[in-house]
Every structure is written in C-alpha cells, then in structure tokens.
C-alpha cells in the first residue's frame, strides 16, 4: 500500500467515524426515550422471573479442557 492508498483509507475511516458519531448523536434521545418508557411498563405491569440462558462460552471453554485432558491422557498412554 502506498501513501497515496494509505491516506485515502485514512480519510474513509475518518469520515465514517464522523458519520457514527453524527448517527450516535441524533439517535441517543431516541434511546433515552426508549429506556424511560421500558422502566414505566415495568412499573405498571411486573415481568415474571426468566432464568439464565445456556452460556455458551462457558460451555466450550469447559469442552475444550476436556478435549485437551483426554489428548493429554492419550499422549501419556503412548509412551
């Protein structure tokens, strides 16, 4: 990539960053709005309890131990 490249991509990303930035702007009292209206219905109208969902890195890190154990185990039953 030359110089030439290099700022041209320089001036993409920037430009977007303004744009997100305009965006986020415009959109936080939408937002704002959005939250205060949630925490009035959950005022007038109580939500029963809802459990956790599976967590699913959780599961695959406890996977990924197991699988490295039975690799390990497996290594030391061959020599």
């Known amino acids: 990539m030359d110089q030439n490249e290099a700022l041209a991509m320089m001036r993409r990303c920037r430009e977007e960053i ?3 930035r305009r965006a986020n702007a415009e959109l936080a009292p939408k937002a ?3 939250d205060d209206m949630s925490k ?8 029963r309890a809802v459990g956790m ?5 959780w599961t695959l890190d406890k996977r990924i131990r197991e699988v490295e154990a039975e690799l ?3 290594k030391s039953n061959e020599d």
């Open 40 to 47: 009035l219905i959950r005022v007038a109208i109580p939500e």
């Open 18 to 20: 303004v744009s997100l």
């Open 53 to 57: 969902g599976e967590d699913l890195a």
């Open 72 to 74: 390990e185990a497996s």
């Open 32 to 34: 704002q709005a959005y």
